[in-house]
Nanobody, 115 residues
Framework: QVQLVESGGGLVQAGGSLRLSCAAS????????MGWYRQAPGKQRELVATMTSGGSTNYAGSVKGRFTISRDNAKNTVYLQMNSLKPEDTAVYYC?????????WGQGTQVTVSS
């Protein structure tokens, strides 16, 4: 069982920045993928960015050029640097990881961007 602990959410004005962190523990195997999804009120959960253990990344089109995902494999930690935040980025951000074929999720951290 993998546990994911997120931190770094909060309230920020439009144009500001936040950095999210997510630390994974409890895995006995390589964590193939770590990343972030988000869910805004009344909307479905959507991909933000993911990164494999080999460094390949995948971003949602809406965040490309503004958000950067990075990962410390030795610490099993993934980061999301969010710049030029917009009110439409307001959501609960969930950390996710995949070990072999199983996906795990964190509890979520709220990000609120005021206009």
């Amino acid at each position: 069982q993998v546990q994911l602990v997120e931190s770094g959410g909060g309230l920020v004005q439009a144009g500001g920045s936040l950095r999210l962190s997510c630390a994974a523990s409890g895995s006995r195997s390589t964590i193939n993928m770590m990343g972030w999804y988000r869910q805004a009120p009344g909307k479905q959960r959507e991909l933000v960015a993911t990164m494999t253990s080999g460094g390949s990344t995948n971003y949602a089109g809406s965040v490309k050029g503004r958000f950067t995902i990075s990962r410390d494999n030795a610490k099993n930690t993934v980061y999301l640097q969010m710049n030029s935040l917009k009110p439409e980025d307001t959501a609960v951000y969930y950390c996710t990881s995949r070990v072999t074929i199983t996906n795990y999720w964190g509890q979520g951290t709220q990000v609120t961007v005021s206009s």
